[in-house]
């Protein structure tokens, strides 16, 4: 079993868009893969038409499980209606998360994985977003120990937010298995420049995803070996 934690350079640059692409692949390559987004913000009522387009129930397709009470809980146990960072989402509703909760239940849900399972992690905004009153990103993947891969936008500034996050996980000891570019809509470079560029930088194997496009076979092995 290996298990790989999805952090963001930023908010909505395609983290789903990734992991979902990522646990297809991984299933069509005959392995098995667990997809969870253990917190998620903005997020519809389950009984909402809107939910079928929510990141847990796009995560849920992926690995072809149908949209149940008990598919979103193991999932996504912790969803908040305002769009909004998850502290300030929770709080809104008279919330609490705790980094030690999250933690746990993350451990819990990768070690119950089935045997050889490939266990992707969604992170919720970007490395530095706050998630709990305490604590970022960063510190949730810190504490789960996970090798990370980092999925950066292609929008114009995506290459300094990209080469930021990288040095902020380099400079906390995370392994870093590779930078996913993930085309943005409409962005005024090509992801394939974007990917270019940041390559010459980071020090670190980086792949391109055009929108609809299948995450690369040959990017496999990084990224869930």
């Not at 030690?100 to 490395?127: N, R, Y």
């Not at 510190?139 to 120990?145: E, G, H, P, S, T």
């Not at 090509?190 to 929108?211: D, I, K, Q, S, Y």
């Amino acid at each position: 079993m290996s298990a790989l934690f999805i952090a963001g350079a930023g908010t909505e640059i395609g983290k789903t868009y990734v992991t979902a692409a990522l646990a297809r692949a991984v299933r069509a390559a005959g392995r098995p893969v667990v997809a969870l987004k253990p917190v998620a913000s903005g997020v519809p009522p389950l009984t909402d038409p809107d939910f079928r387009t929510s990141d847990t129930a796009v995560l849920l397709a992926a690995q072809g499980l149908a949209v149940t009470p008990e598919t979103v809980a193991a999932c996504t146990p912790w969803r908040f209606a305002a769009p909004l960072s998850p502290d300030l989402a929770a709080a809104r509703e008279g919330r609490r998360l705790a980094l030690p909760d999250l933690v746990a239940w993350c451990e819990g849900a990768v070690a119950a994985a089935p045997a050889g399972a490939a266990v992707l992690v969604e992170g919720v905004g970007g490395v530095m977003s706050p998630i709990t009153p305490d604590a970022t990103g960063l510190a949730w993947l810190k504490a789960l120990r996970l090798p990370a891969l980092l999925v950066s936008g292609s929008y114009l500034g995506a290459i300094s937010h990209a080469l930021t996050a990288v040095e902020t996980l380099r400079a906390h000891a995370v392994t870093l298995r590779a930078v996913v570019v993930s085309e943005t809509p409409n962005a005024p470079t090509p992801p394939e420049t974007v990917a270019e560029a940041v390559a010459r930088h980071a020090g670190v194997r980086v792949v391109c995803l055009g929108r609809g496009a299948a995450f690369p076979a040959g990017a496999l092995d990084l990224v869930v070996a």
